[in-house]
């Protein structure tokens, strides 16, 4: 089985400072990774994601996401962030099914 | 293109009730999912469907239950609705049956937002 630990519930960060949001995952098996963003009232946007190859994911709106797989870890980046990514976050792992496991989300709050 | 469209988008129940949630897959997409969203939780997943058939299922009761079909248009139902039923309702679309076939994610609607009152 896999598993998903966010370990932020929210993230306070200046406008055009950068962010990191962490996530960590367990399991067993090789694993496909991902990020979503969700903003107020609507689904889930996908951000990146990792299936294999480079362990350096580059997704849309200028965020980033490395694969380590000793650490198990997937932390999400961006170099300088807008008001207008203030939204949850959402990293996800999935051992190759649609069965994704999601974790509790970080908010992120972008503050002028 | 357009995306996964759900409906309705909002929805109001009494308890007890019966509820069925409808979903329209990205043009082209054969595979189906459903996720449960509770107020300040991740996505649970509920239901896959590829090419009409139950291809995984979350741990829900018995009382959702779900279909797609020939045009690979989906719906969930959920009967006699309990209070903890409330919740967003995600419908997500992919190619095929699995990561390993197309490379392909999940792409997500905007959900349907049920209260069970």
């Known amino acids: 089985a896999q598993s998903v630990t966010q370990l932020d519930s929210q993230v306070p960060v200046f406008e055009e400072a950068p962010v990191e949001l962490r996530c960590n995952y367990s399991?067993?098996?090789?694993?496909?990774l991902f990020w979503y963003v969700q903003y107020p009232n609507q689904g889930l946007q996908l951000l990146l994601k990792?299936?294999?190859?480079?362990?350096l994911v580059k997704g849309i709106n200028g965020f980033e996401a490395e694969f380590n797989k000793s650490q198990t870890s997937f932390h999400l980046r961006k170099p300088s962030v807008h008001i207008s990514d203030t939204a949850e976050y959402f990293c996800?792992?999935?051992?190759?099914?649609?069965?994704?496991?999601f974790g509790t989300g970080t908010r992120l709050k972008v503050l002028a | 293109d357009a995306g996964v469209t759900q409906s309705p988008t909002h929805l109001i129940k009494t308890r007890g009730q019966h509820v069925t949630l409808r979903c329209s897959p990205i043009?082209?997409?054969?595979?189906v999912s459903w996720y449960q969203q509770v107020l300040g939780q991740g996505p649970q997943f509920i239901f896959q469907?590829?090419?009409?058939?139950?291809?995984g299922r979350g741990n829900f009761p018995d009382r959702f239950s779900a279909r797609q079909f020939p045009n690979y248009s989906s719906e969930l139902n959920v009967n006699a609705l309990l209070l903890g039923d409330s919740a967003l309702y995600l419908c997500?679309?992919?190619?095929?049956?699995?990561?390993?076939?197309?490379?392909?994610?999940?792409?997500f609607g905007n959900g349907t937002r049920l209260t069970v009152t």
């Open positions: 990792y299936l294999s190859g480079s362990t």
């Open positions: 399991s067993s098996v090789s694993v496909y």
């Open positions: 043009s082209g997409h054969k595979s």
């Open positions: 996800a792992v999935s051992a190759g099914t649609y069965k994704y496991i």
């Open positions: 469907y590829y090419e009409k058939e139950e291809r």
């Open positions: 997500a679309s992919s190619l095929g049956r699995g990561l390993r076939s197309y490379n392909s994610p999940l792409h």
